[in-house]
């Protein structure tokens, strides 16, 4: 008969669902790096802007004097350069790679800047590419770094099982739009944080509403925000609503994320200044 569990992970020699043990190792980053907090920017799928949410948390961490890193693990999708107007190639040495630095001073280090023609499609199987995030974590110098922000592909495949597997994470930020059927995608995405025993830190609501600029009135383009009652069934912090906003998509075209002046994600920046303390 089995004996009883006494919630004692450490003195168990069989591994169940209440089993708080990490069962994979985290690898280390580069020898040279030093970085405090990690953060990863997810969703169980696409187009509902995890690229937008990780400039726009990376600029405003980088305004609060904190110097910020960006690592673009969507390796056949990246955006994250375009987006900061970042150009040229990495470049290193026998110790590492190093990032390259946005105008704004944002360590940037994405597969497009290792393409000769960044319209050139990466065309590789999910192992090689997850070798390759793998080498952006190990092989990539990121020197003080306060914040590492992590954007991810979307889904819960090969990328971020092996971010969550390797990667010390301080926790990961949920990103979802209106439509009611991202209900079910949020659930994945928390499901597989719980599996992988990841701390999410909350959601954030991305093409929250159109906010008309002659009137003022604010359209549900994509129908009533079920924000809430996400956050209610799953236990999560709303971390920021972001609108749809013409101006805003114009600069990420344009490059220059970094002149964006918004205030949308506040309590998520907050919430981030706090893992400061909690580690002090």
């Known amino acids: 008969m089995a004996e009883e569990c006494n919630h004692d992970c450490s003195s168990c020699g069989t591994t169940c669902g209440d089993d708080t043990r990490r069962t ?3 690898e280390e980053p580069n020898e040279l790096s030093k970085i405090r907090h990690t953060i990863a920017v997810v969703s169980g799928k696409g187009g509902v802007g995890k690229s937008l949410v990780t400039g726009l948390l990376a600029v405003s961490m980088s305004r609060k004097g904190r110097h910020v890193g960006i690592m673009d693990a969507d390796i056949t999708g990246p955006s994250i350069p375009k987006m900061f107007g970042v150009t040229g190639e990495v470049i290193g040495n026998q110790a590492g790679a190093y990032p390259v630095k946005s105008s704004g001073g944002i360590d940037v280090v994405s597969m497009n ?9 990466v065309v590789w199987r999910g192992p090689v590419i997850s070798g390759v995030v793998k080498q952006f974590w190990q092989d990539v110098i990121w020197n003080d770094v306060d914040y590492l922000f992590i954007d991810m592909p979307p889904g819960t495949g090969d990328v971020p099982l092996t971010v969550m597997q390797s990667i010390k994470l301080d926790g990961i930020i949920i990103v979802t739009s209106p439509q009611e059927l991202v209900a079910m995608i949020v659930e994945k995405a928390v499901k597989m944080a719980s599996v992988m025993k990841v701390p999410i830190l909350g959601v954030v609501e991305n093409m929250s509403y159109f906010e008309c600029p002659d009137c003022g009135k604010q359209h549900k383009i994509f129908g009533e ?19 749809i906003q013409p101006g805003l998509a114009a600069k990420c075209d344009a490059g220059q994320i970094e002149t964006v002046e918004a205030d949308y994600l506040k309590t998520a920046v907050d919430n981030l200044l706090a893992l400061e303390n909690n580690n002090n």
């Not at 925000?225 to 609108?243: F, K, T």
């Open 24 to 26: 994979s190792s985290y």
């Open 225 to 243: 925000s079920h924000l809430e009652e996400i956050a209610r069934d799953y236990r999560l912090d709303i971390l920021g609503r972001i609108p």
């Open 113 to 121: 800047l290792f393409l000769e023609d960044t319209s050139d499609p």
